[in-house]
């Protein structure tokens, strides 16, 4: 049972229940002209102990309502009860794999758990007790409020295979619900629901028909709609109110910035999605995934219902055609979304040539941020060679270790500014380099600049605009005359796949392609010199 808080009032008639609790003794009147011994209460020997007893209860009452008006006055629970059938078979109490638990939404911790064959009374039912408590703030976080909407989920081990929505009722009230559907191909897709959407069993768990980034199963789990773009941003932990509230945003960012893996993919956050994260709290919180802009794909796919003044008028545009590119080593690919002013440019307080390709001076790091207009939230990463430890980090920037990143941010004021750091360079390969990201509401930016300690460029530089036709596309670049270039691809910026390896030209000039339909999401390309 829970505690409760309660007034005065409560507390005297709880107060009054408990005497009835303990067995008041039943008495008669006394009789006219009964005399009464010295002994005697004023009332007769029965009332006296009456009186006995209420001074005791009378002490009890004034010793609580001193101590304050919070007492620990027990609750009914709601009992929830029923069978559970999973593929064709009745769960029985003998199968302690099986477990019922409530929770608030489907990442949150259980707030009530019952194990088939934990109560013997039970029999071959489940049997939960959803803790309740009807005053706020509660005294247990588990309490819940008649009205509020839970979830109750059947899992066996770590698989969820049933889910449902239960209202708590009133104080007190026990309710029959049986669980579970036949899943006859077990293919983790209860059947009923397939033939709702699909029309017949066997669908794939992992497909993903309305290409809204989640799969059959998860949009099953989550209750939406597998046949309608209606995907969630993963910061979004409640699953049914679409609105990203300042408690989850600030969550989320604090998992980015000390690279904490989420509890839901992407679990390694990007930073295009914390940026976008901020920008729909603070344009307004409530959200909705852009079927029309589909083709952005995730995050910029998900926008504001209600749009706060300070919305990302501008940035906005339409997909296809050509973009002109900055000046960048890297190269983002964004279908659907136009170049847009802003920079991030990195400076060094030496160059290649006066470190060389090892130093054991620190070296200083400065990162100049020139907002695009209009910018929401901002946040920037750098990632540094394997062994390198930053220090004296700017602008609460936080340094994890694991994947060798710089975070910084967010930033919701939009102003451009300088994010420095300090480090003492190693040897470099290769294959190593600084590669910095910056996300402006969403929309990443490749970092520009020196970006290594060896005398030479090693990058080749972006020249003419990416022309984009029919879901491909074809970039030229500069590098060296009759060098050869091996080009890269990255989803990330940490990790980079090898596409191929071309040779410049004796102009210098080198182009490759991708003509292959591209995925959804954002991708960079860079080329770098093969060395001799």
Do not use: C
Request: proline share 6%.
């Amino acid at each position: 049972m829970t505690s409760a808080r309660v007034s005065e009032s409560d507390l005297f008639l709880n107060t009054l229940n408990f005497m009835k609790a303990i067995a008041l003794p039943s008495f008669e009147p006394p009789a006219a002209g009964t005399v009464r011994g010295p002994q005697a209460d004023a009332f007769g020997p029965q009332w006296g102990g009456l009186t006995h007893r209420l001074s005791w209860m009378l002490l009890l009452l004034t010793l609580v309502l001193t101590h304050g008006l919070r007492a620990e006055i027990t609750e009914p629970h709601n009992l929830v009860w029923g069978s559970i059938t999973l593929g064709t078979n009745a769960v029985t109490a003998s199968q302690t794999n099986i477990v019922v638990q409530a929770r608030r939404s489907l990442t949150s911790p259980p707030i009530a758990t019952y194990r088939m064959g934990q109560n013997s009374a039970a029999r071959n039912f489940y049997s939960l007790a959803i803790p309740l408590e009807s005053v706020t703030p509660a005294r247990d976080a588990n309490a819940t409020r008649a009205g509020e909407q839970l979830l109750l989920m059947v899992l066996n081990g770590n698989s969820v295979r049933y889910l449902t929505l239960f209202t708590v009722g009133s104080r007190g009230k026990i309710v029959r619900l049986d669980m579970g559907d036949i899943d006859s191909d077990n293919n983790g897709l209860v059947d009923n629901w397939e033939r709702q959407y699909f029309s017949a069993a066997g669908q794939d768990p992992n497909g993903d028909p309305d290409r809204d980034g989640v799969s059959n199963r998860n949009e099953m789990l989550s209750g939406t709609n597998p046949v309608v773009p209606d995907s969630k941003h993963p910061a979004d932990t409640n699953p049914t109110n679409s609105v990203i509230s300042i408690g989850e945003v600030t969550a989320y960012a604090l998992a980015w910035k000390t690279g904490k893996p989420w509890h839901v993919a992407p679990t390694n956050i990007p930073v295009e999605f914390v940026a976008r994260a901020g920008f729909l709290w603070k344009n307004g919180e409530k959200y909705t995934l852009d079927t029309n802009n589909l083709a952005a794909g995730a995050p910029l796919w998900w926008t504001n219902t209600v749009t706060a003044p300070v919305a990302s008028a501008g940035l906005a545009g339409s997909g296809g055609g050509t973009r002109t590119l900055a000046k960048n080593a890297i190269v983002p690919n964004t279908l659907t979304e136009p170049s847009f002013e802003g920079s991030v440019v990195r400076s060094l307080s030496a160059t290649p040539e006066q470190i060389g390709s090892a130093a054991t001076a620190a070296l200083h790091v400065t990162l100049d941020v020139q907002t695009p207009n209009s910018t929401s939230v901002y946040v920037v990463e750098e990632v540094l060679p394997e062994g390198w430890a930053p220090s004296q980090i700017s602008d609460d920037g936080v340094f994890d270790p694991s994947s060798r990143r710089i975070r910084w941010g967010m930033f919701f004021d939009g102003s451009g500014r300088s994010l420095s750091y300090q480090v003492v360079p190693g040897v470099l390969s290769a294959a190593e380099s600084l590669v910095g990201l910056a996300s402006f509401d969403g929309r990443n930016m490749g970092v520009t600049g020196p970006d290594r300690w060896s005398i030479g460029p090693t990058l080749a530089q972006p020249t003419s605009p990416v022309s984009i036709q029919n879901g491909g596309l074809s970039v030229k670049l500069m590098g060296e005359s009759g060098k050869s270039y091996e080009v890269q691809v990255s989803t990330n910026l940490l990790e980079w796949t090898r596409l191929g390896v071309v040779m410049a030209g004796q102009d210098g000039q080198l182009e490759f392609s991708e003509s292959a339909q591209l995925p959804m999401g954002q991708r960079f390309y860079r080329a770098r010199r093969v060395e001799e």
